[in-house]
Every structure is written in C-alpha cells, then in structure tokens.
C-alpha cells in the first residue's frame, strides 16, 4: 500500500514539474474546489439527411446532431442536447440581414452547422481528424488555454492539478475569450463568401434566383458576411489540452481533453473524450 501511495505522489510530482504553464506557481493547501470529476464523449456534428420525398427523410450513416451541455447543478454530469433544427432539413438560416433597397426581403446564410452565437449546447465537435488524433471544437461561452501537456487520464492527477494550479487558473478569468477567438489554435470555422447568400421572402421562404426578386447591395452582404464570420469560429483541439471555459451562466469549469478517435464500429464516427471540473 505504501509503495502505491509513493508512486502516485512520485507520478504526480513529475507531472507538475514538466507542466507547460506559462508562469510560476506556488502550490496551495485549500482546495479551489470540491474536486467532483464529470466525463462527456462528444460525436462529430453531422446533419446529413437522405431525402425519400417531399416530406420524408432518414439520417445519413454519419447523423449526429447532439452538443455539449455543462451542467447547472453540480451533482450532474452535463447533458448531450440534441438540435432538433436539424431533425427536418440538413440546415437552417444560421444569419439574416434585410436588404436596404427591399424591406420584403432579407439576405441570409444556410448552412448545416450551427454558428456558436446559435449553438444550444456549450461544446460541437465541428471536425475530428483520427490520423493525428486533433479535432475542431466551437464553444458557445467563453475559453482560456491552461495546459497543453497533461498527459494522463487521470481523475486524482486531474483534481491535484487544479489544486496545485489554482491560483494561476484563477488569473487566467481575465483572459477569457468568447467562443475562444483570441487563442492560437482558433479560426474560422468556415469563411461563407457572396455565393453563400440566399434571398427569403417575408414568409422566409428561399426565393433565390426568383423572377422579380431584387438582387442585394454591396453594403448589405459585406455587413452579413462580416457577422456571420466573426460569429463562427472553432478551436482545434488534441488529447491533453486543457482549458478554462465559463458559460453563458458564467459557471466555471476547468476542461481536459482526455481523447480524440474513431467509433470501434462502423462509419466510425468521430467523438472527443473531455474530463471536467467546475470550480465555482
């Protein structure tokens, strides 16, 4: 028994000495927390659909269309919501902007992704890449870097870390960033452009290309264009990795991405293994 608590004080003491944060810190006797580790697996986003008819449609072999909900309550785990945007149509009007020379008509952006502004979960997996085990996660609070080298999947080591780094998290609050633009590892998730612009009508029926339908100004679209944008960004991800996330409830949480794979059974979906503390 003696020699187990050794080498997990051992292993812990390694770990901390090799931690990749970017300034000194003093470890601490009192907890930040009631340490109360959760876990969540996260499928890629997928909103494919095979149309059958008109009013019929089944789920391509990749449909996934769930998120990330942190909890509220600290007892729970958090929850996998799913977008029942999707459920009909393989995507939804994700931006709109009324055309100033046409009050009728709006311009809008389609896509079959939701932009964080319209996310209804706090983590999607936009993209995951199995070959060097990253992935392209938006979040819809706000995110700081932590970590990028903690290397165990580990709940105690996980709890120690917080405890031991906790002033150093604590300082990281105003580093925050929505949807975690100000990070290295952040970017458009994807850049839509003019021939992304989609015309509706006051009933928001898709009236593209319609005869007697005016074609939008200049200053409309690039005004779209630049929100839409500015709105859309991921994070890309890799096993170790952690981070400071606050939610729009401006609840706390400290995240570690513990695995990025492939399902074990066909299509073998993507899916993001995180581990996951509040400290508030």
Do not use: W
Request: charge should be neutral; hydrophobic fraction near 40%; aromatic fraction near 10%.
């Amino acid at each position: 028994m003696m020699k187990k608590i050794f080498f997990s004080i051992l292993i812990l003491i390694i770990y901390l000495l090799n931690s990749c944060c970017d300034c000194d810190v003093n470890p601490v006797n009192n907890p930040i927390a009631n340490c109360l580790v959760r876990e969540a697996n996260i499928t890629e986003f997928n909103a494919d659909l095979i149309k059958i008819n008109d009013t019929l449609y089944k789920p391509s072999s990749y449909y996934s269309v769930h998120s990330f909900l942190f909890p509220q309550d600290k007892n729970l785990s958090g929850t996998l919501v799913n977008d029942e945007r999707f459920a009909r149509t393989g995507e939804i009007v994700v931006a709109t902007q009324t055309m100033s020379n046409n009050s009728s008509y709006k311009i809008a952006i389609l896509d079959n992704n939701p932009i964080n502004s319209l996310m209804i979960g706090d983590i999607l997996v936009d993209t995951a890449f199995s070959i060097n085990s990253t992935a392209n996660l938006k979040f819809s609070g706000q995110l700081a870097r932590l970590d990028s080298n903690f290397i165990y999947d580990d709940a105690q080591l996980f709890c120690d870390y917080i405890n031991f780094n906790q002033n150093y998290i604590l300082n990281q609050i105003s580093n925050l960033s929505l949807y975690g633009e100000n990070l290295l590892n952040s970017s458009v998730a994807k850049t839509f452009t003019s021939n992304d612009i989609r015309i509706l009508n006051e009933l928001n029926e898709n009236v593209t290309g319609k005869t007697g339908v005016p074609q939008p100004i200049n200053t409309d679209i690039n005004k779209l264009l630049n929100s839409v944008n500015s709105n859309n960004i991921s994070v890309n991800v890799k096993a170790g990795d952690v981070y400071l996330y606050r939610t729009i409830y401006k609840n706390l949480f400290v995240v570690l991405i513990t695995n990025i794979s492939n399902g074990s059974l066909p299509p073998n979906k993507g899916k993001v293994s995180i581990m996951f503390n509040r400290i508030n």
